[in-house]
């Protein structure tokens, strides 16, 4: 069974950083994508960045651009999220997401998520 464990949420300032991190556990990598997604208070949850099995990404949020990295370790199944110049705008929780298919920005796309993480940008 395909578990998806998040790590790496919390409360920073405005222009902080954070690092998200997510690690798959029960099944073999490298035919699939691997997402992060947002939802934010009264808003619907929003694609972020995706990577392909190939190493290629791809941005959803133009909000993110030039500020958030997306990147990935196939030999610890762990894909990552590198959040600089944090704004309150980013407030919300963010989920990984993978699964048979190739980066969408279409959550249906993707058969399995992790828990949710919690990021507040707040002074």
């Known amino acids: 069974q395909v578990q998806l464990a998040e790590s790496g949420g919390g409360l920073v300032q405005p222009g902080g950083s954070l690092r998200l991190s997510c690690t798959a556990s029960g099944f073999i990598l490298d035919y699939y994508g691997y997402a992060w997604f947002r939802h934010a208070p009264g808003k619907e949850r929003e694609g972020v960045l995706c990577?392909?099995?190939?190493?290629?990404?791809?941005q959803y949020a133009d909000s993110v651009a030039g500020r958030f990295i997306i990147s990935r370790d196939k030999v610890t199944n762990t894909w990552y999220l590198q959040m600089n110049n944090l704004q309150p705008e980013d407030t919300a929780v963010y989920y990984c997401?993978?699964?048979?298919?190739?980066?969408?920005?279409?959550?249906?796309?993707?058969?399995?998520w992790g828990q949710g993480l919690q990021v507040t940008v707040s002074s």
């Open positions: 990577i392909r099995s190939n190493g290629a990404r791809e």
């Open positions: 997401a993978t699964g048979t298919r190739e980066c969408s920005y279409n959550e249906h796309t993707y058969d399995y």
